[in-house]
């Protein structure tokens, strides 16, 4: 994978500076090594693959035309991510109604279906419906830090970086999160709230 | 339910393996100890392996796309979106260098454009000017009755003065027959001549007639005494001295002074 060609700040630095001369080759790298992490924010807020890849592509949009605005002691990744992160809330709210209109689509037997194949297994394709389902319910911002906590990986130092908030604060609205969601499933995961 | 009756150790933290071995080897104590945190770190384990769950179908997703294409696919849409605007380039500002504490100093001087600009206004509706002291106005009465009073206190003082100066010429009087006048005397008896000038019109003024009149009499007196040296003959002491008791001068001096006192305004 590319990502293990480049990886220090410096590099990042030398193909920034090349990619704003119009160096094409230097932009395809940076994209190469960040647009996966793009897309597992993106897809991790939106829940959805097409729509993630476009959020992805217009994040590299906005970064190519935001180039100059780039402070090079900043983290770079932590920055781009933040861009990623806004474009998609944008988009998410954007589409939010057409999200509700799907969703209601969806027959009650489906939804049956999942909430009983899940008792057995935590790893159930039930048992991850109702576990995505009651993530949208959280509120944003404890929303944004479960998934980049749990299903990106992030740690709380970066999360804090991408949404420009103290460590302390991050922690803080984690836990809300798992105790809000601990609540919400106890019911049907047989847990005691 | 079952509640932890000691102080609730972090167990999202402990689920998470975010802390010591030894802060973990304390918890894992407790939980032993305690059936609400045991069933509480497994109803989290769960929870968490649901979402851990979730990641690793994400990261499925991504395994399933071929991000060279991808990235290809990125690069050709921002480059047919056609040039990047020219933006100028951070840090340089040709009229002005780089300065430390960009903000703070922005803020400073927004404040003191903001400031004079305030001033200005405040300056130009006149708001802090002072308006001008009403103009004093006095009756022609109280006017009068203010020139009677200095009137009535220069002549006092004149008086007092003068009445110094004519009992030290009577009491000079030596046994060798010359009378001196000390210096003090003579210094006072000019001062109280130019003094009688600056008293004339105010008398005047006051229609101070009968003062007037006593001062001119001891002005006589005092224009003789400058005219004759300091050192007085017998003859001129004496004719000066016959001169004051003719006249009465003290005793008008003692009785315009008592009249004066007690017409104070």
Known sequence: ???????THEDVSILLDRASQGDRQAFKNIVGLYQQKVFLLAYSILGHREDALDVVQETFMRLYQKLDAYEKDRNFQAWLLQIAKNLSIDYYRKHREKRREMESLRSVEELQLAADDHRSDPESPGLRHVISRNIERLGERQRLIFVMKHLNGLEYREIAQVLGISVGTVKSLHFKAVRNLRNWLSPELGMQP | MNKCRG???????????????????????????????????????????????????????????????QAEKVVSAVWDRGPRPLGKPRGVRPWLPA?????????????ILVGAAAMFFVLRDGTLRKTPAEAFFASGEFLSRVDQEIARRETLDYLEKSQYVLLELAQ????????????????????????????????????????????????????????ISESLTPAQCRGIQNLIEERNILLKIKLLKKELQESEV
């Open chain 1, 1 to 7: 994978m590319e990502e293990t060609r480049i990886a």
């Open chain 2, 7 to 69: 102080k609730k150790p972090d167990l999202l933290a402990y689920v998470g393996g975010e802390m010591s071995d030894r802060d973990r080897e304390d918890i894992r104590r407790h939980i032993e100890a305690c059936p609400a945190c045991a069933d509480e770190v497994r109803e989290l384990e769960r929870l968490l392996e649901g979402a851990d769950s979730l990641g690793r179908e994400m990261r499925q997703v991504l395994a399933g796309i071929d991000w060279d294409a």
């Open chain 2, 99 to 111: 300065l430390p504490f960009g903000p703070v100093l922005a803020g400073l001087l927004i404040g």
């Open chain 2, 172 to 227: 000079t009087q030596t046994e060798s027959g010359e009378c001196r006048l000390s210096e003090a005397a003579t210094l006072k008896t000019r001062e109280l001549l130019s003094k009688k000038k600056y008293l004339n019109p105010q008398l005047e003024k006051a229609r101070m007639a009968k003062a007037k009149a006593i001062c001119d009499q001891i002005e006589i007196l005092f224009y003789e005494l400058a005219q």
